[in-house]
């Protein structure tokens, strides 16, 4: 969807503002599932629940190869709608990780499990290559291999055996409000730093292949190679950022990570060059990663077992409510305003969220998750 939802909107959209909201609707389908995929897997299991998730996005895949054929822009849209919802199971991976080790190894545990998106940044844009002239409609051959891949998912899945769904933990003591979540600066940092991590990563992310491909004529086996690049350097950091949350600790682990969120966009500003492109995405991927990680670590540590579920959904939902509306307003400002004005424009969000995160100090980040001496044993490995 990196690689071809951008382009096919292009061709598709009845204006080129709206080039990219078909990555908006999959972002968005994230954002509104977030909340009843933690619901449905707190009452259901995991691996039910990504089971679910899967197939729900092999029919999303499906569903776009009819709409990219077809021609038309309502229905790719509401295709890749139902792609993002997909997408807000698969999220819950990194939580599955986190809940499957003692807390103090969680950042190890989300890592390793991120590492899989090393080979969805080689496979995905020889997906969209391979696939692209399958069919008489551009990239509609490549929705048909998405789905075949979603399948395998759920092959796979079957053969695991995880223990029963979280019952115990479900009921073992009352609801938490989203209130008291907000009075927690831990919790209320995490989220902060991941809605920018994932929306400044989709703002110029998004743009990219556009920019690229259609506005600086760069050729389509260069785009990729530039977002294959960029996805794998979003992941291939987890070989060492669970180590890197054990060693720098958590608040250094993102302060890097915004650091490196700036130097991409100063090189990404600096020149329309393949070789600017290349570098300033591989740049937003790491600093997605180490700022995405550690915000995601340190929400695990702001809340107990019991709560462990809606503080997951509500930090989702802003996460991907953030990044939603940073792919539609990442067309818009393209065409509007350029690629400098959309890298300037991600460097503020991202000095605002380093300014917060130096301002709170190390109160805000606590070496464990509260009461994690007595829930540890309790957590199932699922």
């Known amino acids: 969807m990196t690689l071809s939802g951008g382009i096919v909107g292009q061709a598709l959209a009845p204006s080129p503002l709206l080039a990219t909201l078909p990555i908006t609707a999959l972002v968005l389908g994230m954002a509104i599932s977030a909340v009843p995929a933690a619901i449905l897997m707190s009452r259901i299991g995991r691996r039910a629940g990504f089971m679910i998730g899967a197939a729900t996005g092999g029919t999303g895949a499906l569903l776009a190869a009819l709409a990219t054929t077809a021609g038309s822009f309502i229905g790719f849209c509401a295709a890749t709608f139902v792609m993002g919802a997909a997408g807000a199971f698969t999220q819950q991976y990194r939580f599955a990780a986190a809940e499957s080790v003692d807390s103090a190894h969680a950042g190890r545990a989300i890592s390793f499990v991120m590492l899989g998106g090393i080979a969805a940044g080689v496979l995905g844009p020889e997906i969209g290559r391979a696939g692209r002239s399958w069919l008489s409609a551009e990239f509609a051959g490549a929705f048909v291999i998405a789905a075949i891949v979603q399948t395998v998912v759920v092959i796979l899945l079957s053969a695991v055996r995880p223990p029963p769904a979280a019952s115990t933990l479900r009921h073992a003591g009352p609801g938490i409000s989203v209130t008291t979540l907000l009075r927690r600066p831990s919790f209320v940092l995490a989220l902060a730093a991941g809605a920018t991590a994932a929306a400044s990563m989709s703002f110029l992310m998004t743009a990219t292949p556009i920019s690229m491909h259609v506005i600086d004529h760069h050729s389509l086996d260069d785009t990729a190679r530039v977002i294959q690049s960029h996805v794998i350097a979003m992941y291939a950091p987890s070989l060492v950022t669970g180590f890197l949350v054990d060693r720098l600790g958590v608040r250094r682990m993102m302060i890097a990570g915004t650091l490196a ?20 995405l591989v740049l937003l991927g790491l600093g997605w990663n180490l700022l995405f990680v550690g915000a995601t670590v340190l929400l695990t540590r702001s809340y107990v077992a019991t709560e462990r579920f809606r503080a997951q959904a509500v930090n989702d939902l802003a996460v991907f409510g953030s990044q939603a509306f940073a792919s539609l307003a990442a067309g818009a400002m393209l065409h509007k305003l350029g690629w400098v004005a959309m890298n300037g424009t991600a460097a503020a969000v991202t ?14 980040f ?17």
Do not use: K, N
Not at 351 to 364: N, P, Y
Not at 366 to 382: D, F, I
């Open 366 to 382: 606590p070496s464990t998750a509260p009461g994690a001496a007595s829930t540890t044993a309790a957590t199932p490995t699922h």
């Open 351 to 364: 000095l605002t969220v380093l300014a917060l995160i130096v301002a709170v100090g190390a109160r805000a």
């Open 261 to 280: 969120l700036l130097a991409c966009t100063a090189v990404s500003a600096s020149s329309h060059a393949v070789a600017a492109y290349w570098t300033g």
